[in-house]
């Protein structure tokens, strides 16, 4: 049974916990869907559906918010129980601050296991909800993320790039220059065009409709061609007043629905998330092992095969200097074409392996991210309520200062950790707990510090001991000494 005075410390903390909650959350979501607004306005879009699609985006703000309010939230409390010195008389009455801080505490860890979960289960849905709104307004309205003067690959399969966008629902196109992506060995077309239009099929929403009028179509005929016969075609244009083409968007249509998580690690869940994982570890131990293997069974035989030649001798099997020069400049530029062969294959397998421990990285932070946060409100709550109880301020004066400081130097320690793993140049499980392991001494001091009543913030604490010191090696004025006697 919790007591009257449990009852009281809770409903203290609880006021300013929801004001700077809703604040905090206002300040973030107002600042994101800020920064999302000139990609949304004048796109043709209605007001509810930018609504739904900020709100399913922003909502991810809670994992930042929470953390903050908890740690601004506490010290206030505190603060303000200290400020009013209702502290000094629950301590006076023989109660402990552990036994002060234990309803608060308990509270801390629902809200903490609370958080686990909505980064668990709400912030997949969200990402979900978000991808697709986001694919039905590429369906409905392929141009509205479309930038003027950008290149862009919105349109799935082409790079656009288009000087002027208009219209209702923002089809209408103006100095359009088109490039079909493909392959090295596949038909390549770049169409230039003085305007257009790009808008849903009529009938069948699963393509879109691209016309475009008065303007050239190149092409490069270079399929099942060899280079020679490459180099001799000419060039191939065709000047038109009209050219629609079809574009199946019905691929990433799909992809973007409620049943189809995707294949975006963002989608997934933590069960997900762990078997992903476990799948890439799996798949990387199987990739490592044939590599070793090949590297090591290329270079056991070179080196042996080196071993039983000797070279005193070895007959050469021609010499280079006694070949004409066409022969010799055949020689050597395969044996530059091998060694460009092997370096090439080296890069590609680091850069292999480099992009799969990226991935690997980033997938494991996203798994670790829902404890690591969980665990922040608790290490905040510790840090705001002892720092609470030591500095005895409430109100938002000091206690936002502080909170500020604290929530900056945490979260620049956590995402400086979390971009060092996502560049593969730190272990993506020390990443995702860096800052908390950094904070939780300081967290544990700042206890000690609240139960012992220290004055940790008294400056003079700190600079007495100092001068005392150089005061020792200070020269006394005799004249001065004996005018204290006159």
Not at 37 to 62: H, P, R
Not at 138 to 165: L, R, Y
Request: glycine content about 6%; some cysteine.
């Amino acid at each position: 049974m919790l007591k009257k005075l449990d009852w009281y410390i809770i409903k203290t903390f609880l006021g300013p916990f929801f004001f700077i909650f809703s604040v905090l959350f206002f300040i973030f979501i107002v600042q994101f869907a800020w920064q999302q607004m000139q990609n949304l306005i004048g796109k043709g879009l209605d007001s509810i559906t930018i609504a739904e699609l900020l709100f399913w985006l922003g909502i991810n703000v809670v994992q930042l918010v929470l953390p903050l309010t908890i740690l601004l939230g506490s010290i206030m409390t505190m603060g303000g129980f200290g400020e009013r010195y209702e502290l000094a008389a629950m301590k006076a009455s023989g109660i402990s601050l552990t036994r002060i801080l234990a309803p608060l505490f308990v509270l801390i860890m629902l809200l903490s296991i609370g958080l686990y979960f909505f980064g668990d289960k709400v912030m997949p849905f969200s990402a979900r909800k978000a991808r697709s709104i986001y694919l039905n307004i590429i369906q409905t309205k392929p141009t509205a993320n479309m930038k003027e003067g950008v290149f862009i690959e919105t349109v799935p399969g082409f790079q656009m790039k288009i000087n002027k966008v208009s219209g209702e629902n923002s089809e209408k196109l103006e100095d359009v220059f088109v490039h079909q992506n493909s392959s090295s060995s596949d038909n390549t077309m770049t169409i230039i065009a003085k305007k257009g239009n790009l808008a849903p099929d009529k009938n069948d929403n699963n393509y879109l409709k691209m016309e475009l009028y008065d303007g050239v179509a190149y092409t490069d005929n270079i399929k099942d061609k060899n280079i020679n016969q490459r180099k001799n075609q000419e060039n191939q244009y065709t000047k038109f007043d009209t050219l629609n083409y079809y574009i199946d968007i019905s691929e990433i249509i799909n992809s973007g629905k409620e049943e189809d998580p995707g294949n975006s690690y963002k989608f997934l869940d933590g069960a997900g998330l762990r078997k992903l994982i476990d799948s890439l570890n799996i798949d990387y131990k199987k990739y490592y092992k044939t590599y070793q293997t090949n590297v090591f069974n290329q270079n056991y035989f070179y080196t042996n095969k080196i071993k039983t030649i000797d070279s005193l001798k070895t007959k050469t099997v021609f010499a280079l200097n006694k070949k004409n020069k066409d022969d010799q400049d055949r020689v050597l530029n395969q044996a530059i074409q091998m060694v460009n062969r092997d370096q090439e294959n080296l890069d590609f397998s680091k850069n292999e392996i480099i992009n799969r421990e990226k991935l690997y990285s980033k997938i494991d932070i996203q798994y670790q991210r829902n404890f690591s946060y969980a665990v922040t409100c608790i290490i905040f709550f510790l840090i705001g309520s002892s720092l609470g109880a030591i500095v005895k301020k409430g109100g938002i004066g000091m206690p936002v200062i502080i909170s500020i400081i604290i929530f900056v130097i945490y979260f620049i320690i956590n995402f400086s950790a979390e971009n060092m793993a996502k560049n593969g140049t730190l272990n993506s499980g020390i990443a995702a707990w860096l800052a908390n392991i950094i904070s939780l001494p300081f967290s544990i001091l700042f206890c000690f510090k609240a139960n012992q009543d220290s004055e940790l913030f008294n400056i003079s604490l700190y600079l007495d001991p100092i001068i005392k010191y150089f005061n020792k090696f200070k020269k006394t004025n005799k004249n001065e000494e004996h005018s204290r006697y006159q």
